[in-house]
Nanobody, 121 residues
Framework: QVQLVESGGGLAQPGGSLRLSCVAS????????MSWARQAPGKGLEWVTG????????AYADSVKGRFTISRDNAKNTLYLQMNNLRPEDTALYYC??????????????RGQGTQVTVSS
């Protein structure tokens, strides 16, 4: 059974930073591309960033490019999202997601419960 447990969310000031983590279990983490998505209040789900199973390639939505960094530690079955220079429009529920294969980081087959990020002064 796939389990994805996010943590690290909270309240940050504009310009501040947060680091999200996602611990995966129930599948062979190192074989699958992973991603982060978010959903702001009253809006649809937005894909934020993704990474190949071996970490050799990443991609970002234009809205976060240059500010967010995705990474993974396959030995620890953990996915990370470093968020810098946060903006109020980054406020959302952030989800960790597993793909169908090792490369398709824009496709999500399973998601966690999410961790809330609020950016406000």
């Amino acid at each position: 059974q796939v389990q994805l447990v996010e943590s690290g969310g909270g309240l940050a000031q504009p310009g501040g930073s947060l680091r999200l983590s996602c611990v995966a279990s129930g599948f062979t983490f190192s074989r699958y591309a992973m991603s982060w998505a978010r959903q702001a209040p009253g809006k649809g789900l937005e894909w934020v960033t993704g990474i190949y199973s071996d970490g050799s390639d990443t991609a970002y939505a234009d809205s976060v490019k240059g500010r967010f960094t995705i990474s993974r530690d396959n030995a620890k079955n953990t996915l990370y999202l470093q968020m810098n220079n946060l903006r109020p429009e980054d406020t959302a529920l952030y989800y960790c997601a597993k793909s169908f294969d090792s490369l398709s980081y824009r496709i999500q087959s399973s998601r966690g419960q999410g961790t809330q990020v609020t950016v406000s002064s």
